[in-house]
């Protein structure tokens, strides 16, 4: 439902004359895109269904958490939605840098794992790890010092694997105003966009963690 969801809010902002003929298909001109109203859009006209579009579009969804789509205010079914700013934007061709991180993110420009030097069992492991080919990506957390080649190891084996990859410098955005959360999902959105991995730097942070037993 969630993929169903994103391409008729995705038809709607690249072409707003569909969602001014589907108003007037509902008999409803001049009337926003509501929560309600997409239901019935996709096809939801009994409760069940109607129930499984509004759940995708609670607080704490999916599609809410990754900052893909944005809902007014309003009681329940009532609320407008519509597509994120910067999916609309990617979705029209325009793939630079979400404004609102680039304080503290930067696009990985290594381009394969030949460049690197590092011991070959360090780099079959952490590739075997992050599964980059052919399954969903894991969450992997390299623990060494800095300097010894961490993020570059992450940045190559993405870029071998025909990735991009995204940097976020956690002290620098933990440094801005507002939610670090927001900044999290927003560095997330920007990696996800460009069919790349997110790489959370948390430098000096957590720099006297130990790694775990058997790590």
Known sequence: IELRIVIALAAMAIDPELERSYTIAF??????????????LLGAFDFAEREQVVT??????????HRLVVLG??????????????????????????ET???????????????LVMAPEVVARVKRALALEGRTPARV????????????????????????????????????PGSIADAIAASGREAALRDGVLIVDTGALVAELEPPVGA
């Open 27 to 40: 008999d409803a001109p001049g009337r926003r895109l509501d929560v309600g109203w997409l239901a019935l």
């Open 56 to 65: 995708a579009l609670a607080n704490g969804s999916t599609l809410r958490r």
């Open 73 to 98: 205010d309003g009681p329940h079914v009532f609320r407008s939605v519509r597509l994120a700013d910067r999916v609309v934007a990617q979705l029209r061709g325009d793939d630079a840098l979400d």
């Open 101 to 115: 991180v680039a304080r503290y993110c930067r696009v990985s420009t290594r381009t394969s794992l030949a460049e």
């Open 141 to 176: 957390m390299l623990v060494g010092p800095d300097g010894i080649g961490k993020t570059s190891l992450v940045e190559a084996t993405a870029a071998t694997a025909g990735r991009g990859a995204l940097r976020l410098d956690l002290a620098l955005a933990l440094a801005e």
